[in-house]
């Protein structure tokens, strides 16, 4: 048994509480906090706080950490079915260790309040993988969320401050899936800023699927809710509500509410920005995603985008190679220079079923489907997407996420606007 001198509990306020610990884990307390009590840190002996940051959802506590006697020192529990359960703010720092727990699988168990900002001395978030110590593992989040996530590093004089995230930088097959950031703030100067993940640079195909972002994001160049910068990546029914703005109005590049810039291999399929994305200084700049050299397929945004050039609802580029599929726009568009609904590139007709709301554009002249007009595409209040192979795209079917099957039935029948298979 592992004695611990203070459990310090967050409900209405800080107070500590003496306590043991069992080898298993088990933290036994002398009295139950009460319901909805956040346990911050436990201190064992003399050694600096360890932050806990678990969401208690009853006044019994089921808190379970790997601990080595006599010390007291935190580890990452055993694996199960070779997954490790990850519960607490603790547990999560600790796939930063080294080469093996980067590219382990884990599970989020519990929702995770991660206390950043709130008065509780606890310090701002380290990204989870670096340049040099990529993560190359799996993380499912489970649905579970990802509170008061913080970072603030916004020092124009430290350029090396880079890859800003949940994660700071994954690499490898790695996958991310259904991680849900609630809230927070992530603030960069530089590049490669995200409320997920900073910077992706796969050298096979890695996944970003089912995950979602509220926090508010400020960055410099390729900067997004979900992921900042990715090469051949896949990421898949994402969404961004959180704002995503210039780090005081810096002039940047490739910002988008999902995604910064994609390159390479993979694509965007099925997600969607609600959240507004402000760069006034800044080029390719769009809703979904800034600039994406691949394809992009059944994505809309709602919120507004506002640019210097290459500002799109959809897409601020395709940097000359993109393509975009069964997408629409409804935000305002807003671009100092240029602007339009999808790209202000020329797509080399790659652009296909898309649509877009009248009145939105500050340029208003986008083309929705290849060698239409001006208007192809354009609708007032609500559009029913053409699903005929021949002349509208497959990929505006309804069903449950499969090929071509993306979108909600009941949606698409002129009286209100589609929406996603997951929306709930």
């Keep these: 048994m592992v004695e611990y001198i203070r459990?310090?509990?967050?409900?209405?306020?800080t107070k500590s509480i003496s306590g043991t610990v069992a080898d298993s884990g088990v933290v036994t307390l002398p009295s139950q906090p009460p319901k909805g009590a956040l346990i911050v840190s436990i201190v064992p002996g003399t050694e600096a706080p360890i932050y806990i940051g678990r969401l208690i959802g009853s006044s019994a506590i089921s808190l379970k950490l790997n601990l080595t006697a006599p010390s007291g020192n935190l580890e990452l529990?055993?694996?199960?079915s070779g997954i490790i359960p990850i519960g607490t703010y603790a547990e999560f720092q600790l796939i930063n260790t080294n080469t093996e727990t980067l590219g382990g699988s884990y599970k989020q168990e519990a929702d995770i309040d991660l206390m950043g900002n709130a008065g509780l001395s606890v310090p701002d978030w380290e990204p989870i993988g670096t340049s040099t110590a990529a993560f190359t593992g799996n993380f499912d989040g489970d649905g579970k969320n990802i509170k008061r996530l913080y970072i603030n590093v916004n020092d124009p004089t430290d350029t090396s401050i880079e890859n800003l995230g949940l994660f700071g930088y994954a690499g490898g097959s790695f996958s991310l899936s259904n991680v849900h950031i609630a809230s927070g703030s992530v603030t960069g100067y530089y590049s490669y800023i995200s409320g997920l993940l900073g910077r992706a640079n796969s050298d096979t195909l890695g996944t970003i699927t089912g995950c979602s972002n509220?926090?508010?994001?400020a960055g410099g160049s390729l900067v997004g809710g979900i992921v900042?910068?990715?090469?051949?990546?896949e990421i898949s029914n994402c969404y961004n509500t959180g704002t995503v703005n210039a780090a005081e109005n810096v002039s940047s590049t490739a910002v988008g509410g999902v995604v910064g810039q994609l390159t390479g291999s993979g694509k965007i399929v099925a997600c969607y920005n609600t959240g507004n994305v402000t760069f006034q200084y800044s080029e390719m700049i769009g809703g979904v995603a800034g600039s994406v050299t691949s394809e992009m397929i059944a994505c809309y945004n709602s919120g507004d985008v506002t640019g210097l050039t290459a500002v799109g609802g959809v897409l601020g580029s395709d940097h000359g190679g993109g393509k975009i599929t069964a997408c629409y726009n409804t935000g305002n568009i807003t671009g100092t220079n240029t602007a339009e609904e999808f790209s202000i590139l020329s797509f080399g007709g790659n652009v296909k079923a898309c649509y877009w709301q009248d009145g939105k554009c500050s340029s208003n002249n986008s083309v929705g489907w290849t060698g239409g007009t001006a208007d192809v595409g354009k609708f007032t209040t609500f559009f029913t997407p053409d699903t005929n192979?021949?002349?509208?795209s497959a990929e505006w079917g309804t069903g449950l996420g499969g090929s071509g099957a993306y979108w909600k039935v009941g949606t698409t029948n002129g009286n209100s606007l589609p929406k996603l298979w997951y929306e709930k």
């Design 389 to 392: 192979a021949n002349t509208g």
């Design 214 to 217: 509220s926090a508010t994001i």
């Design 228 to 233: 900042g910068k990715a090469v051949n990546v």
């Design 7 to 13: 459990v310090r509990i967050k409900h209405a306020i």
């Design 77 to 80: 529990r055993s694996a199960d």
